[in-house]
């Protein structure tokens, strides 16, 4: 088999393993956001400054993982150009 179709399969695997393991992360951070914004908020007790900063805190990770996912694909398709320029032995 030609090493660059190798290449161009084990891109596609990594591919989809980090996207099904963003989808995944994605999920379990929005039920998480959820959950902390259904218990937190009625809350008379908690400060709203405590609660800005909670949510300050969950608008932060949130554009964090938008940062990673967008380096990641970035990085995933130069390496595929990489791969298809590449000329064959």
Known sequence: MEPKIIAKQILDFQKTLLN??????AAVQDQGEKITRQILDPL????????DL????????????????????????????????????
């Open 54 to 89: 909670v949510h300050n805190w969950i608008t932060t990770v949130r554009q964090g993982q938008e940062k990673v996912k967008k380096f990641q694909d970035e990085s995933l398709n130069r390496m595929e150009r990489f791969i298809q320029e590449t000329p064959q032995n």
């Open 20 to 25: 099904n393991f963003y989808t995944t992360h």
């Open 44 to 51: 008379p007790q908690v400060p709203q400054q405590t609660k």
